[in-house]
């Protein structure tokens, strides 16, 4: 027996010293517990004196210890597994734009959000003036998954006349909404927008027909597209690029 003890001893204290053994992961409290056990397998220490050597009060110290210190650890790395965060924002209505000086943010999303609730229509019919030759068209796309823009864009030449008209429109609505042409094929930002524009006036109305004239002198092969632009925030709401017409 004094020969078991001395060889479980001596191996688990050199296991202790060196700590690594090959193929085998154990830290040292795990060597010093399987150093305990196999005294008490080879009845070195009795059961009953092994049971008497453990001290309760230490171990349940230390659990305590482990709890109060593991238990914030483990809520903070486990609680995304079976804690979900729900978010519901506002989408920001004018968060493309430019807000003029002495409006905040919230003023111009109340702005924006309030003129998309109203509605107005217009029913134009095409000029008179005499026979219709539709030079170029387009269809409307809107900007965003907010600001949408549905219908057709003509060019419209009628006694000597360009008109641009605007069928089976529908845009949403907003503030000092107007009607924009520019040289730009397909503008997605503001600053696109402006390259080469002619302003034709405040749109008449977000929903129907309309018509506005063009300026004499415009050089049509550089129209490229008709834009609806918010003005007092800088919003590019739709756009229809034009193409010729056969």
């Known amino acids: 027996m004094m020969t078991s003890a001395l060889v479980i001893f001596i191996l688990t204290y050199l296991f202790i010293a060196v700590q690594k053994i090959p193929m085998v992961h154990l830290d040292l409290p795990s060597g ?15 059961l009953k004196e092994a049971y008497a050597a453990i001290d309760l009060d230490t171990i349940l110290l230390l659990l305590g210890m482990m709890i109060v210190v593991g238990a914030p650890i483990a ?5 995304p597994l079976f804690i979900s965060r729900t978010v519901v924002e506002e ?6 734009g430019v807000l003029p000086e002495g409006i905040s943010q919230r003023e111009a999303e109340d702005t924006m959000s309030k003129a998309a609730q109203e509605e107005h229509t217009m029913d134009e019919s095409m000029p008179s003036a005499g026979p219709a030759v539709v ?13 949408q823009g549905s219908g057709d864009a003509l060019l419209v030449e009628v006694g000597g006349t360009i008109v ?16 924009y042409l520019s040289s730009h094929p397909n503008p997605r930002t503001r600053e696109q927008v402006h ?15 309309q018509n506005y004239a063009l300026p004499a002198g415009i050089d049509l092969s550089a129209v490229r597209s008709v834009v609806i632009y918010c003005q007092r925030f800088h919003v590019l709401f739709a756009m229809a690029p034009l193409q010729s017409a056969p």
């Open 32 to 46: 010093a517990l399987i150093g305990a056990v196999l005294m008490v397998v080879a009845g070195v220490l009795p």
């Open 75 to 79: 809520w903070y790395l486990g609680s």
């Open 91 to 96: 989408f920001p209505l004018s968060s493309p």
């Open 135 to 147: 030079r170029s068209r387009g269809m409307f796309v809107g900007a965003d998954s907010f600001h």
């Open 164 to 179: 641009v008209r605007l069928e089976n429109f529908r845009v949403t609505n907003g503030p000092d909404l107007y009607v």
């Open 195 to 209: 390259e080469g524009t002619v302003n034709l006036g405040r749109l008449k109305g977000n929903i129907g027909a």
